[in-house]
C-alpha cells in the first residue's frame, strides 16, 4: 500500500498566519491527491481535489500543489474556524490511503 | 443538497454481525460510487470499501476482504455494509460517502455524519 506522511504532526499558528502542512507519498501518485479538513466530532470536509483543485465552496485562502510524492496544502491567512485537523489522501492506487493528520492549533 | 444518513450502528460481542445502511439523497445515487471509510476515535481516516454506481464492482480494504461486503439499493438509494465476524479493531466511527466518479474509489466531497461501531465483550 502507499504510504503518505504528512508534516508537522502538530503545527501552532495565530490567526493571519500563512501556513503550509506538506504530504509524501512512498511513491508517485501523480496528482491524485485531495485534502480534507476535520473538525472534532464531525465527517472529514473535502478541501482540494487533483493536487490543486478547490472544491466548491470551499474559500480561496486554502491552496494545495505538488506533482509526484510531493504535496502542500497551505493557507494563506489564518481565520479562527481553519483551528481543525487536515488529511491528505492519495487516489490513484487502491487502496486509496490518508496521512496520519496535521492537526492545526492555536498558539 | 446532498445528504447522507448512516444508521446501525451498536455495540456488538466479538465474532457478531452487524449491518450498517445510509441513506441518501439529494443527487442521482446510481452515477456515483459509494464508499465506507472508518474512524478509530481519535485516531486517523481508513478506507474500508467502494461499490460502483451500477453495484457491479465492489472493492475492499484487504482487513475486511471476506468478512464485510457493501451492497447497494439503487431503487432505494441505499448504501448497505453488512460486518461479520466482527472483532476489537473494527471499533470504528463508519462514514457514508459519495465518490465523484462512478465506477472505482476516488474521493469524496459528501460524507455522512458517521455511526459508532463498538466491538466489545
Known amino acids: 500500500d502507499i504510504q503518505m506522511t504528512q508534516s508537522p504532526s502538530t503545527l501552532s499558528a495565530s490567526v493571519g498566519d500563512r501556513v503550509s502542512i506538506t504530504c509524501r507519498a512512498s511513491q508517485s501518485v501523480f496528482s491524485y491527491v485531495n485534502w480534507y479538513q476535520q473538525k472534532p466530532g464531525k465527517a472529514p470536509n473535502l478541501l482540494i481535489y487533483?493536487?490543486?483543485s478547490l472544491q466548491s465552496g470551499v474559500p480561496s485562502r486554502f491552496s494545495g500543489s505538488g506533482f509526484g510524492t510531493d504535496f502542500t496544502l497551505t493557507i494563506s491567512s489564518l481565520q479562527p474556524e481553519d483551528f481543525a485537523t487536515y488529511y491528505c489522501?492519495?487516489?490513484?492506487?487502491?487502496?486509496?490511503?490518508f496521512g496520519q493528520g496535521t492537526t492545526l492549533e492555536s498558539k | 443538497e446532498v445528504q447522507l444518513l448512516e444508521s446501525g450502528g451498536a455495540l456488538v460481542q466479538p465474532g457478531g454481525s452487524l449491518r450498517l445502511s445510509c441513506a441518501a439523497s439529494?443527487?442521482?445515487?446510481?452515477?456515483?460510487?459509494m464508499s465506507w471509510v472508518r474512524q478509530v476515535p481519535g485516531k486517523g481516516l481508513e478506507w474500508v470499501s467502494t461499490i460502483s454506481g451500477a453495484g457491479g464492482s465492489t472493492y475492499y480494504v484487504d482487513s475486511v476482504k471476506g468478512q464485510f461486503t457493501i451492497s447497494r439499493d439503487n431503487s432505494k438509494n441505499m448504501l448497505y455494509l453488512q460486518m461479520n465476524s466482527l472483532r476489537a479493531e473494527d471499533t470504528a466511527v463508519y462514514y457514508c460517502a459519495k465518490d465523484t466518479l462512478p465506477a472505482a474509489p476516488s474521493h469524496w466531497d459528501s460524507w455522512g455524519q458517521g455511526t459508532l461501531v463498538t466491538v466489545s465483550a
Open positions: 487533483a493536487a490543486s
Open positions: 439529494g443527487f442521482t445515487f446510481s452515477s456515483y460510487a
Open positions: 489522501q492519495q487516489s490513484y492506487f487502491i487502496p486509496g490511503t
